[in-house]
């Protein structure tokens, strides 16, 4: 997580690692998601798993807005997966 990035956005990282049941009926990387979604400057947005970070561990979680990227030629979806899990794919 680029602290800067989410300081600047007014965030700290309990922002996303913390209880937000009843805060509002979106935790804050929905809103954050949506935010970038509407302002039309990005193709998708990655943040990072709280699921991971419940396990001590480091990982990420990738939203991709599919009806930016569906018929562009170049496009594709690639990923370092250790575990053979994902398969990188064109879009």
Do not use: T
């Amino acid at each position: 997580m680029d602290q800067a990035i989410v300081g600047q956005l007014g965030l700290s990282s309990h922002d996303f690692f913390g209880p937000w049941a009843g805060k509002s009926p979106n935790a804050d990387s929905q809103i954050l998601g949506l935010a970038a979604y509407d302002s039309g400057r990005f193709d998708g947005i990655r943040f990072p798993s709280a699921a991971m970070h419940k396990k001590g561990m480091i990982g990420a979680n990738y939203c991709l807005f599919a009806e930016r990227i569906r018929g562009n030629k170049n496009a594709s979806v690639s990923f370092d997966d250790p575990n053979g899990m994902w398969k990188s794919e064109r879009l």
